[in-house]
Nanobody, 119 residues
Framework: QVQLVESGGGLVQAGGSLRLSCAASGMFFSINTMGWYRQVPGKQRELVARITTGSTTNYADSVKGRFTISRDNAKNTVYLQMNSLKPEDTAVYYC?????????????WGLGTQVTVSS
């Protein structure tokens, strides 16, 4: 079993910054793509950013130039640096990891961390 534990959410004023972290633990052989998604009530979960093992990244258009995703493969951790935050960035942010383990390739999700941006 694999666990993804997010941290770093909170309340921030518009224009401020937050850094999210997500650490993977448990038994697995390797982690492929890791990413961050977000969801607001009544809407579908949407991709924010993702990063491959080789550090190829892609971002939602709405966060390009403001958010930066990175990862530390030795620590099985992915980060999301969020700058110039806007009220519309308010959401629950979820960590996602494509993990190769004893059950083959499985998609895992964290429990989510709340990010609230006040105007």
């Amino acid at each position: 079993q694999v666990q993804l534990v997010e941290s770093g959410g909170g309340l921030v004023q518009a224009g401020g910054s937050l850094r999210l972290s997500c650490a993977a633990s448990g038994m697995f052989f390797s982690i492929n793509t890791m990413g961050w998604y977000r969801q607001v009530p009544g809407k579908q979960r949407e991709l924010v950013a993702r990063i491959t093992t080789g550090s190829t990244t892609n971002y939602a258009d709405s966060v390009k130039g403001r958010f930066t995703i990175s990862r530390d493969n030795a620590k099985n951790t992915v980060y999301l640096q969020m700058n110039s935050l806007k009220p519309e960035d308010t959401a629950v942010y979820y960590c996602n990891a494509d993990v190769y383990g004893t059950y083959g390739r499985v998609d895992y999700w964290g429990l989510g961390t709340q990010v609230t941006v006040s105007s």
